[in-house]
């Protein structure tokens, strides 16, 4: 299958700094990619819908400003939390298609904030 | 919207034998597609199978099958002759057809595979 990375697969950062999370398809070029947040023992939330060349689209409840998600070509997409504060701290996915239907998934990255 | 309920949160098997993993979903879109994903607790998301709704016929991929029912909304997978390895927890994910990848999630079920 389609192989999707994430970087880096763990971070701890400081309450009130900035993380960046990086979600690359390797073998493949994806126009849109999605981001996904899980909680302990619970499913995946959609966060966002990061498009290329354009803004991402934010599911109903997702700050924004507290979530910047940059798509600037069609390997790459960021999430960057910004002033992160420790109720941030959780499990973060991205997702990608390189063509049809069939999603994959990166590996995921553990934020912890201290 | 479109949601997905899987009713059971927790299933245990014995190693060899078969199991069946419930799910149903609401929509009322004609066209769209169903997906069964493996989250062992690495937590990397697998996926196990797909089912396209315009097919009638069952997805299989080796041991694993499904048991699509269209009309009952209803998505369940069978794992045959189960192996450890097997032991995550499985989601199933609905997802419109045309050109909107957005998948939406049960709540999961941890599925025991005990030796």
């Known amino acids: 299958g389609a192989v999707v990375s994430q970087h880096p697969s763990r971070v701890i950062c400081k309450s009130g700094t900035s993380v960046k999370i990086e979600c690359r398809s390797l073998?493949?070029?994806?126009?849109?990619m999605f981001w996904y947040r899980q909680f302990p023992k619970q499913s995946l939330m959609l966060m966002a819908t990061?498009?290329?060349?354009?803004?991402?689209?934010?599911e109903q409840g997702v700050e924004k400003d507290k979530f910047l998600i940059n798509h600037a070509s069609l390997t790459l997409s960021t999430l960057t939390v910004t002033s992160a504060h420790p109720e941030d701290s959780s499990f973060y996915i991205c997702?990608?298609?390189?063509?049809?239907?069939?999603?994959?998934f990166g590996e995921g990255s553990w934020l912890t904030v201290v | 919207a479109q949601t997905v309920t899987q009713s059971q949160p927790e299933m245990s098997v014995q190693e060899a034998e078969t199991v069946t993993l419930s799910c149903t979903y609401d929509t009322s879109e004609s066209d769209y597609y169903l997906f069964w994903y493996k989250q062992p607790p690495s937590r990397q998301m697998i996926l196990v199978i797909r089912?396209?709704?315009?097919?009638?016929q069952n997805a299989t991929e080796n041991r694993f099958s499904v048991n699509f029912q269209k009309a009952a909304k209803s998505f369940s997978l069978k794992i045959s002759d189960s192996q450890l390895g097997d032991a995550a927890m499985y989601f199933c994910a609905y997802q419109s057809g045309g050109s909107n990848y957005k998948l939406t999630f049960g709540k999961g079920t941890l599925l025991t595979v005990n030796p």
């Open positions: 997702s990608a298609s390189p063509a049809g239907n069939t999603i994959y």
């Open positions: 073998d493949f070029q994806a126009t849109t």
């Open positions: 990061s498009n290329e060349g354009s803004k991402a689209t934010y």
């Open positions: 089912q396209e709704a315009y097919k009638q």
